[in-house]
């Protein structure tokens, strides 16, 4: 009886020892932010979700479109806030990288539906959403791409707008409040535009505000249909296919 | 073997076997023209030979009789013909695997049938199987380019 306490104590501090471990390490990883991946040759990227060179705006989408239009979706998602203008803007696949995991991968992963979910549920499966971003897990599928751009993008394009418009207010020693942005371009009080090309080497040497995302009401592309980015590479039968694998930037 | 395609002399070293879907692919890099099943039920292999569509996985290397014509020959991304563009007003294709195939059947219809009825669409492109069921935006874009093409001359 006295032996078993014993080793049941003593199994138990082993095993707290491992969870006490696991989580500290898990919490750190999950904390961290993932690098941006992105080194572009010519221009600039402000987040793993954006470049902006001499010819205007690339958005990464790192989801693999196969049909459900995810190129066009998430990319809608950083143009809406980053106010560019959708008819220009190119978009790439990206490299593979940690900054991509999907988050939405293991919240959809649980056995219910999700309206069904209690909030005990919803606790577990929001620590889940921590596995993929430890694991790099850059997963397309379950219907998950939306989901878990949903904020990320979006902050993409408001951080990048807002960085955009500090990079403007101080070549004019105006306050961000007097601009505005409309069009791939900040709108100085003076009414002269400001494009993000000109603006994208100040830019990238300024440290990305907090920022919040728009009301819904203001949204000019989300919640609309849009003609796809991809269509004419579609037609043309350019589109890189999934099983042909060519370097990322091709 | 030497063949045309989409307008050039081409070399190809390979066995006169070869099905002309695979030599375009594999040696040419012309990989606009799509392998679905292979047994000549899908259509995405479909290109042009002397302007008739026909089928590429079909196709032996040593029997190709005329010129060959590949979606890469119709259009490219900066500049489209005016069947492609029709595709893109209509916003035809949805992951897009079917539509070099389907393009290259209403393109060898348009040629032959300038002003198709649906019926006439229906049966010219009754072999292109669409898995994302796009019919019938295929169908309002062959309308389309056909409307823009005898607008066009
Ligand atoms: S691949 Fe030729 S008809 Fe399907
Ligand atoms: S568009 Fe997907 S198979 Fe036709």
Request: aromatic share 6%; with cysteine; charged share 20%.
């Amino acid at each position: 009886m006295g032996r078993a306490r014993r080793i049941t104590r003593r199994a138990f501090l082993v095993a707290t020892a491992a969870v006490a471990g696991g989580v500290g390490f898990g919490v750190w990883k999950a904390r961290e932010v993932p690098a941006n991946p992105l080194a572009p040759d010519a221009g600039v990227s402000l987040n793993p979700w954006l470049i902006v060179d001499g010819g205007g705006v690339t958005v990464v989408v790192p989801r693999a479109e196969m049909g459900q239009g995810v190129r066009t979706t998430l990319a809608a998602l950083v143009a809406e806030e980053l106010d560019a203008d959708f008819a220009a803007i190119r978009v790439i696949h990206g490299p593979p990288a940690q900054a991509y995991f999907n988050g939405a991968l293991m919240e959809a992963g649980l056995p219910m539906p999700n309206f069904a979910l209690s909030d005990r549920q919803r606790w577990i499966g929001a620590q889940m959403a921590a596995l993929p971003k430890v694991l790099s897990l850059q997963v397309t599928g379950g219907s998950t791409s939306t989901v878990d751009a949903f904020e990320k993008m979006r902050l993409a394009g408001a951080t990048a707008r807002e960085t955009f418009k500090l990079a403007a207010a101080a070549r004019a020693g105006a306050d961000t409040a007097q601009l505005a942005t409309e069009n791939g371009a900040v709108l100085m009080p003076d009414g002269t535009r400001l494009t993000y090309v000109e603006l994208a080497a100040d830019a990238a040497r300024i440290e990305p505000p907090e920022v919040m995302l728009r009301d819904p009401g203001q949204w000019r592309l989300l919640g609309r249909a849009l003609p796809r980015t991809d269509m004419a590479e579609k037609v043309t039968g350019s589109a890189t296919r999934r099983w042909r694998c060519r370097g990322w930037s091709g | 073997m030497r063949l045309t395609v989409n307008g050039l002399a081409r070399d190809i070293d390979a066995d006169p076997e070869m099905p002309l879907l695979w030599a375009l692919r594999d040696v040419l890099g012309l990989t606009g023209t799509k392998f679905g099943c292979g047994v000549a039920a899908c259509g995405a292999c479909t290109v042009h030979i002397d302007g008739e569509a026909v089928r590429a996985c079909q196709v032996p290397l040593g029997e190709v009789w005329g010129e060959v014509t590949t979606i890469e020959g119709l259009g490219t991304d900066g500049s489209l013909s005016i069947l492609q563009a029709a595709w893109v007003a209509q916003q035809a294709a949805q992951c897009g695997y079917c539509q070099p195939g389907q393009i290259m059947q209403a393109a060898a219809l348009l040629a032959v049938v300038p002003d198709p009825t649906d019926d006439d669409i229906d049966a010219a492109m009754a072999g292109n199987l669409c898995r994302c069921g796009t019919y019938p935006r295929i169908r309002a874009a062959i309308r389309q380019a056909a409307a823009d093409l005898r607008e066009a001359g």
